[in-house]
């Protein structure tokens, strides 16, 4: 197994001219797209369907009223003024996901960089989303996949990198070379990425809270608590899963 890392979204473009057919890619948008889509699938949701504009989300609910709509723009719910006059049924923030508003529904969500990072996988052969949250079912997922690359994708923010989503990665590059059976390389931003998760991973939510979509999300009222949650390791035993249509649902 090779496993290669993607630290800015700057690179999703050339993926379209990257032969995928045996990769395996993982998305980390830890801030929080993918800690989402996670807690919704662990809460019961029945899948969820990543979409790149707000557009798009809307006129799929057009189409199939009963579907509920996801989705962020500055880290804040989606509103009537944005959407051309829907307000969404979500923000972006996992705690907002719970069991009683979320089980058995399919989900659109759109949000700034998580849902773009995912659509640029297409033609992979394996497309997960992962977080902190399911981070060892994700990496005992890929060891019985036996793919021969893995790719890291960090979604960043904006055009740039973003610490958390590094550090997700680095923490997934050194999980999959510590476990017994797996043999292989990785290249040298996946030896990076490990090493800014080894120097954090002492205290995760100070690190986190530190970065630059940390330190915005606990100038949030309402919101700053994503920031912790966001930070908590392996409370969800499940793995995310994208199917052929393009919707994420919870493995079997």
Not at 121 to 132: D, W
């Amino acid at each position: 197994m090779h496993i290669d890392t993607i630290l800015s979204p700057l690179e999703l473009p050339a993926l379209a001219r990257r032969d995928l057919r045996g990769t395996a890619c993982v998305v980390f948008d830890i801030l929080r797209a993918t800690s989402t889509f996670v807690t919704a699938l662990h809460h019961g949701a029945a899948a969820i369907i990543p979409v790149n504009e707000i557009a798009e989300a809307v006129a799929m609910r057009q189409a199939k009223p009963e579907l509920l709509l996801a989705g962020e723009r500055d880290g804040l719910r989606i509103r009537a003024g944005q959407s051309g006059g829907v307000d969404f049924d979500f923000g972006n923030s996992p705690r907002e996901f719970t069991p009683e508003r979320v089980r058995g529904k399919t989900i659109v969500s759109t949000t700034t960089n998580g849902t773009r990072a995912l659509s640029s996988c297409a033609g992979a052969k394996r497309v997960l989303a992962a977080a902190f949250l399911n981070l060892t079912a994700t990496a005992e997922f890929l060891q019985r996949e036996k793919v021969a690359e893995v790719l890291l994708i960090c979604a960043g923010t904006g055009d740039g990198v973003a610490t958390e989503d590094v550090m997700a990665a680095g923490a997934m590059v050194e999980l999959l070379s510590a476990r017994q059976g797996v043999r292989g390389t990785r290249s040298d931003s996946s030896e990076h990425a490990r090493q800014v998760y080894v120097q954090a991973r002492t205290d995760l939510t100070a690190a986190i809270g530190g970065s630059q979509n940390g330190r915005r999300l606990l100038g949030l009222p309402g919101i700053s608590g994503d920031v912790a949650f966001c930070a908590q390791a392996d409370v969800f035993n499940l793995v995310a899963v994208m199917q052929a249509g393009g919707a994420l649902r919870r493995a079997a």
